[in-house]
């Protein structure tokens, strides 16, 4: 996996994203996942976010990215190039 830091400074860290190159016996993906944005700030980083990691992405020799995050994420990869469907399902319940 890699860790990737979105910052103007080191003590103003404005979110995050873990990548992880995984190849399936059909097909090589990028999985991005673990997201967190500070102070819901992703609308100034985010676009140039998705243009890096779309670009580590293709270097790796993979072709799709599968996302794993809160629904609240969507709204930012509907204004990109990248469009998402759903191939699973992530179930969440109190213990």
């Known amino acids: 996996m890699v860790l990737w830091i979105i910052w103007d400074d080191i003590k103003d860290i404005k979110g995050i994203v873990c990548t992880k190159i995984i190849e399936y016996p059909y097909k090589k993906v990028c999985w991005w996942g673990f997201m967190a944005a500070k102070d819901n700030q992703m609308n100034n980083w985010f676009p140039i976010v998705i243009k890096i990691l779309s670009k580590f992405s293709k ?37």
Not at 76 to 84: V, Y
Request: one cysteine or more.
């Open 59 to 95: 270097k790796n020799g993979c072709h799709y990215i599968e996302f794993c995050g809160r629904k609240g994420w969507l709204k930012q990869f509907n204004k990109s190039k990248i469009k998402l469907k759903n191939i699973g399902i992530v179930y969440e319940g109190r213990i």
